[in-house]
C-alpha cells in the first residue's frame, strides 16, 4: 500500500512529538522530560541513519 514511505519525515515528527510529550508531562511524571529528550535524540539519530542510507543507494 505504501511502497514510498518516508521513514525520515515520520522518524522526525516522532522526535519533535517525543521531545513536546515529555515536556508537557513534566508535572505528572518527574523523569519524563529527560525520557522525551533521549528518545527524541534516538529519533533523530535514527532519522539521520535513515536520510544518509537512502542517499547512498539513489548515488549508486
Do not use: D, R
Amino acid at each position: 500500500m505504501f511502497k514510498k514511505t518516508n521513514w525520515t519525515v515520520l522518524l522526525v515528527m516522532l522526535a519533535i512529538s517525543s521531545i513536546s510529550g515529555g515536556m508537557a508531562l513534566k508535572s505528572t511524571f518527574e523523569y519524563s522530560p529527560t525520557f522525551g529528550w533521549l528518545l527524541g535524540f534516538v529519533c533523530f539519530l535514527s532519522a539521520g541513519f535513515v536520510a544518509t542510507k537512502k542517499l547512498k543507494s539513489n548515488t549508486n
